[in-house]
T-cell receptor
């Protein structure tokens, strides 16, 4: 079956701009999570969606937002980009509904560079 | 808050055994995951523990002690392809919090 698809794979933006990243989960998966990965901070949780509802969010400023559509595809948006937003943004999908022990499958990520 | 600690680096010889420890202090606990991440690739699932004890899956085993806030991942019969970063992660209320990762280097 097709894996988690993230687009675009690479992106270069200028400070102050905004960016939208897309994630298509594995067919049948209704939970989508987003993470930021940097060499200094490691993998940091951004938010998790299930059936178009955000169930939890990490400690990121309001410039980071997301949403999930009825087909479970998800987007995350970062407004007013800062140099420190340069990172690999990973999306993961799982079957999780009200249980926690389901494996999360990660996409290849979007490498965002802010200049 | 969430505090998840694991060693930064470990080196071992092909065919040997390596144990990666993870200690955690989190505001809640719904389970602990181990993920493997090769350089430039996405993390891949290795194991999930929610009850105390050892879970064995082929060459990989994972142990959990909830009372001690402690887990370890045991890699047996190391192969060169096991050179990667190993991430310990605690899930609480649908939020997955990761440790910084342990880079394991396998030498011939």
């Amino acid at each position: 079956k097709a894996g988690v698809t993230q687009t675009p794979r690479y992106l270069i933006k200028t400070r102050g701009q905004q960016v939208t990243l897309s994630c298509s989960p594995i067919s049948g998966h209704r939970s989508v999570s987003w993470y930021q990965q940097t060499p200094g901070q490691g993998l940091q949780f951004l938010f998790e969606y299930f059936s178009e509802t955000q169930r939890n969010k990490g400690n990121f400023p309001g410039r980071f937002s997301g949403r999930q559509f009825s087909n479970s595809r998800s987007e995350m948006n970062v407004s007013t980009l800062e140099l420190g937003d340069s990172a690999l943004y990973l999306c993961a999908s799982s079957l999780a509904s009200d249980t926690y022990n389901t494996e999360a499958f990660f996409g290849q990520g979007t490498r965002l560079t802010v200049v | 808050g969430q505090n998840i600690d694991q060693p930064t680096e470990m080196t071992a010889t092909e065919g040997a055994i390596v144990q990666i420890n993870c200690t955690y202090q989190t505001s809640g606990f719904n389970g602990l995951f181990w993920y493997q991440q090769h350089a430039g690739e996405a993390p891949t699932f290795l194991s999930y523990n929610v009850l105390d004890g050892l879970e064995e899956k082929g060459r990989f085993s994972s142990f959990l002690s909830r009372s001690k806030g402690y887990s370890y991942l045991l890699l047996k019969e190391l192969q060169m392809k096991d050179s990667a970063s190993y991430l310990c992660a605690v899930i609480n209320d649908y939020k997955l919090s990761f440790g910084a990762g342990t880079t394991v280097t396998v030498r011939a």
